[in-house]
């Protein structure tokens, strides 16, 4: 290994490191505004010139190699001088705009103009000026601004998999623009005002808003996918302004999805702020306590069997506790988390999570993607996906809809044949998978939430033992989950009791009368029409698909409006932080339970969090050792049983409205006229 100095101070470090990697190695700055670590070196901006003994001139530590024996100084008169000039050059073009820019604050132009620039220009030239590029309504320009560090033309070749951004022209007339004048249509497009060094590419929906030093920062983790991204929330007065990523390597680097990001708007517009009751046919404004007396009259009147519960895809799993508790103390065994209906073997806990683990996609040298389209369903996931193809010879095979998931994959068929073949070895993938050292499987939901779901992962529990998935410390089986709320339901077990009903045997009861009483915990994504003349209780924080159709609405906090606890989709739990109050009566999902509780004369055994997550705990050890990774040990799982021929459907028709927040969002609505409307050449929205 190379063993230079820089300073005076002696280091050694890895074949392949840079001059600047080392210097960072020691703790010494080197400015840059084009080296960004997660993409390749440009070295197109010679900020970060540094000094090597015998060369001539200054070198580029970004794109120099260290050597055995190189001597480097980075703060001699000749760098300090290089670095004024390399800064005067920068500056000779860029406008007068930080009063007004929506960079202020937090601009790395700002910053090291100051630490390493001159007090003053020589030029006398005028200034150029660039026009502005519609990138489409999440992405802000002002590309007079920019100084041509390229770093979003590497983001959106390298991570987001879309070639959109490229520069054209030479020397004064060098830009950055779109090819074609088109949008990026891009789920990661929000993460490009992040890597832009200077406020040439700013948040559209956040411009003019607010300042950084104004706001008051809440570390969190995101729920509007089963990922978990560990996310910061900036909030000013009782407002969430904006959503920015958390550094997290085993989750999501530093990297959200654009609906994670913009979707926060949705958090102010059609919120349940009060509790409501339906009065002669109309749902209408009441107090706490006519709320909790009209269910309290209703279940003392129909019996346990006929009282069923679901919870959604947003719900924490505190919440999910407390309303199991209160089923099993009212006697009735109907409850569900997966109001997707999907059904699939839940005794063993690697059957439902992505074992792989998000991180561990880096390893893997072979690919099987069975009806899941990650792209859609989980943008992070299949970012790592994305960065393993282009840093390995990665063979991708799917099986599902072909879909461009921006990169190259073997298309195998729409349907479960191809997946009969793996499991006994006949398809000429399964040799691929054998051959590999690190094979991945990636069960999707479009394969679990058919009606045989619990066959087909069966299945594909065959095809991962048969070829080699399973190994001494390797498990490639993994499922994809959709929801937030799913694992950590699933752990907790609230799931169908013994003789009780799942979510499709809960709505066809409720179509048939069988079940009176349906409590709806956060559930939007059920067809409400089929709970026929059930008395439906919905608690949740907006006015969506489950509060329409509702008896008695009573307001829930959304997630960053609550300290509350989930688990991700590789089993990780984390939690989250309360950033602001919940707005208006609305009140913790949890307590509202707890008080309900009391009311019917159930009185669980909780009155604060720190007893809650005690009965987590007991109805679960993964809740015992607070945040981290819990693995599940590998043991047989599935309910072996006739698959059909159908092929697997898609179960995301529109990225950006697939929960009550992303659908009152009006920048999700904005994108989805952008994106998705405009491409299926239709008008009106969808979820």
Known sequence: MP??????????????????????????????????ERLSVAANCRMCLVEMERSPKPIASCAMPCADGMVIRTNSDTVKNARKGVMELILLNHPLDC????????????????????????????????????????????????????????????????????????????????????????????????????????????AFTARPWELRKTESVDVLDAVGSNIRVDVRGSEVLRVLPRLNEDVNEEWIGDKTRYAIDGLKRQRVDRPYVRRDGRLQPASWDEAFGAIVAKLKSVPASRVAALAGDLVDVEAMTALKELMASLGSPNLDCRQDGARFDTTERAGYLFNTTIAGLEQADALLLVGTNPRIEAPIVNARIRKRYRESNLQVALIGQPVDLTYSYQHLGEGPEALSGLADGSHPFAAVLKAAKHPVLILGAGALARGDGAALQALARRVAEVNGLIREGWNGFNVLQLAAARVGGLDIGFLPGAGGRDTRAILEGAQKGEIEVVYLLGADEIDASRLGKAFVI???????????????????????????????????????????????????????????SERLGHTLPFDNLARLRERMAALSPVFAGGEGLKAAAWRSFGVTGEVTAAPFAPVIENFYMTDPISRASVTMAKCTEAFVLSREGKTGTHG
Not at 562 to 589: L, M
Request: with cysteine; glycine share 10%; charged share 25%.
């Open 3 to 36: 063993k230079l100095t820089i300073d005076g101070l002696e280091v050694v470090v890895d074949h392949g490191t840079s001059v600047l990697q080392a210097c960072e190695k020691l703790g010494i700055e080197i400015p840059r505004f084009c080296y960004h």
């Open 99 to 206: 009063p007004i820019c929506d960079q202020g604050g937090e601009c790395d132009l700002q910053d090291q103009a100051v630490a390493y620039g001159g007090e003053h220009t020589r030029s006398v030239e005028e200034r150029r000026a660039v026009t502005n590029k519609d990138l489409g309504p999440l992405v802000k320009t002002e590309m007079t601004r920019c100084i041509l560090c390229t770093r979003c033309v590497r983001f959106c070749e390298e991570i987001a998999g879309v070639s959109v951004l490229g520069a054209v022209g030479r020397g004064m007339h060098s830009e950055v623009t779109t090819y074609v004048g088109a949008a990026i249509e891009s789920e990661l497009s929000g993460n490009l005002p992040d890597v832009c060094p200077v406020g040439a590419l700013t948040s559209k929906p956040y």
């Open 538 to 596: 919905y608690q949740g924080h907006h006015g969506d698909r489950g509060a329409h159709r509702a008896d008695v609405v009573l307001p829930g906090a959304a997630y960053t409006e609550k300290n509350a606890t989930y688990v991700n989709t590789e089993g990780r739990v984390q939690r989250g932080r309360q950033a602001v109050f919940p707005v208006g009566e609305a009140r913790e999902d949890w307590k509202i339970v707890r008080a309900l």
